[in-house]
């Protein structure tokens, strides 16, 4: 498999959490995603850069806050969120780069 510039897209960052890193127990990774990336195209960005098999692919989309900035109104994007289940013996290793 070649890797793609749209892999690089499709895939934003490894998101490293409490609840991430339970869930890497289980071998899953989350990752933060583009909004317009769909689970088939997940699944193929995953697998040619990391050279890992992908067991699923669920996404949540998480809706930004409105919070205040510096007393200005203001709202946080919103986010797309991948938890990328593996298959076993698979691994992926966040802390480290691509």
Known sequence: MSTKPEHYDVIRKPIITEKATMASENGAVVFEVAMSAAKPAIKEA?????????????????????????????????????????????????????
């Open 46 to 98: 995953v697998e040619t850069l990391f050279n890992v098999k992908v067991k699923a692919v669920n996404t949540s989309i998480t809706k930004g806050k409105t919070k205040r900035f510096r007393g200005q109104p203001g709202k946080r994007r919103d986010v797309k969120k991948a938890y990328v289940t593996l298959e076993e013996g698979n691994t992926i290793d966040v802390s480290t780069g691509l």
